[in-house]
């Protein structure tokens, strides 16, 4: 969850947990949406242009990591991207309900239960879900930085071009720069992982620079 994007709207909107930890049915392991049905779910649920690039940087970051870090075969990394595609799906049309209606929705559509769980954990504080697998840990780690760093190109005059690691990490320790971005939820990520914060900036930059 971010919510740069959303300056429109009050902070604080309610969000529920989901008070569940179990999610999808085994049975449609390996059952993924085409990518194509994705985007047509994300343009019929998101009017809000920057909230859809944002859920296409994130997916093209845990694509990028899955192929990259992880080894992952294709049918592997396409669960990382759609979980990225999708995490944040209901977040403008039911902002009440965010993360219970795109859940729901997966889960109708037979979903492989994966992806289901790493929607349901990219916010553990808001949705009572901890993250357990990498896919999970890693979309907590890059959601809110994803939309961190963007937020940090979009004050540079060339926005991502010649932007450094260091100038983000002093970005986060300015409290009032993207205020509504919760360091702590960045510190809580990354604690559960192996990779350092400058790695992961780095890693972001790289692979989030040419989504459109
Ligand atoms: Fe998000």
């Given at each position: 969850?971010?919510?740069?994007?959303?300056?429109?709207?009050?902070?604080?909107?309610?969000?529920?947990?989901?008070?569940?930890?179990?999610f999808g049915?085994?049975?449609?392991?390996?059952?993924?949406?085409?990518?194509?049905?994705?985007?047509?779910?994300?343009?019929?649920?998101?009017?809000?242009?920057?909230?859809?690039?944002?859920?296409?940087?994130?997916?093209?970051?845990?694509?990028?990591?899955?192929?990259?870090?992880?080894?992952?075969?294709?049918?592997?990394?396409?669960?990382?991207?759609?979980?990225?595609?999708?995490?944040?799906?209901?977040?403008?049309?039911?902002?009440?309900?965010?993360?219970?209606?795109?859940?729901?929705?997966?889960?109708?559509?037979?979903?492989?239960?994966?992806?289901i769980h790493?929607?349901a954990?990219?916010?553990?504080?808001?949705?009572?879900?901890?993250?357990?697998?990498?896919?999970?840990?890693?979309?907590?780690?890059?959601?809110?930085?994803?939309?961190?760093?963007?937020?940090?190109?979009?004050?540079?005059?060339?926005?991502?071009?010649?932007?450094?690691?260091?100038?983000?990490?002093?970005?986060?320790?300015?409290?009032?720069?993207?205020?509504?971005?919760?360091?702590?939820?960045?510190?809580?990520?990354?604690?559960?992982?192996?990779?350092?914060?400058?790695?992961?900036?780095?890693?972001?930059?790289?692979?989030?620079?040419?989504?459109?």
């Open positions: 969850m971010i919510y740069i994007f959303t300056k429109n709207r009050p902070m604080s909107t309610p969000v529920l947990a989901l008070g569940r930890s179990v049915d085994p049975a449609n392991k390996g059952n993924l949406p085409h990518l194509e049905d994705a985007h047509a779910l994300l343009a019929e649920w998101v009017p809000n242009e920057r909230l859809r690039l944002h859920m296409k940087q994130v997916a093209a970051v845990m694509k990028a990591w899955a192929l990259e870090r992880e080894g992952a075969d294709e049918l592997t990394a396409r669960k990382w991207e759609l979980a990225g595609l999708l995490h944040d799906a209901d977040w403008e049309k039911y902002p009440e309900a965010h993360c219970r209606i795109i859940i729901e929705k997966l889960e109708e559509m037979n979903v492989d239960p994966d992806v790493t929607i954990s990219h916010g553990p504080k808001h949705f009572g879900v901890e993250p357990e697998t990498k896919m999970d840990k890693m979309i907590y780690v890059f959601d809110e930085l994803s939309g961190f760093i963007h937020a940090a190109a979009l004050i540079r005059p060339t926005r991502y071009e010649g932007m450094d690691v260091k100038s983000i990490l002093k970005k986060l320790k300015t409290a009032s720069f993207a205020a509504q971005v919760s360091r702590d939820d960045i510190n809580d990520a990354l604690s559960r992982i192996d990779t350092p914060l400058e790695e992961i900036i780095q890693f972001v930059i790289d692979h989030q620079k040419d989504v459109v």
